[in-house]
């Protein structure tokens, strides 16, 4: 699977984004997946997960009820609609394809990773 991340910017605080990841691959639909960001000098960390099904979802703690994670399996897509924007928001952002796994709890592992898209918010 490959992937393509676009749709990231520069916007205001409490501005929206919706950032958008074309998956190639007649498989699309058999994966789980995920955003991921990184800001400066931070390391990697998860944003939000969609199952196969769109059946399930989840959010890091400080991005819920901000942002949204869909998908569109007859277009190859997923998206992330992002609002209420902080500063604290500003990283590339990365789609990513894998699998769900549980542990204590459910959680993406991923197996392919996008390019980046820059989103920055300013204050």
């Known amino acids: 699977v490959q992937l393509q991340a676009y749709g990231g910017g520069l916007v205001q605080a409490g501005g929206s984004l919706r950032l958008s990841c074309a998956a190639s691959?007649?498989?699309?639909?058999?994966?789980?997946m995920g955003w991921f960001r990184q800001a400066p000098g931070k390391e990697r960390e998860f944003v939000a997960f969609?199952?196969?099904?769109?059946?399930?979802?989840d959010y890091l703690g400080s991005v819920r009820g901000r942002f949204t994670i869909s998908r569109d399996n007859a277009k190859n897509m997923v998206y992330l609609q992002a609002n209420s924007l902080k500063p604290e928001d500003t990283a590339v952002y990365y789609c990513?394809?894998?699998?769900?796994?549980?542990?204590?709890?459910?959680?993406?592992?991923?197996?392919?990773w996008g390019q980046g898209t820059q989103v920055t918010v300013s204050s």
């Open positions: 990513a394809a894998g699998r769900l796994y549980r542990s204590d709890s459910v959680y993406l592992e991923p197996t392919y």
């Open positions: 691959g007649r498989t699309f639909s058999s994966y789980d």
């Open positions: 969609i199952s196969r099904s769109s059946s399930s979802t």
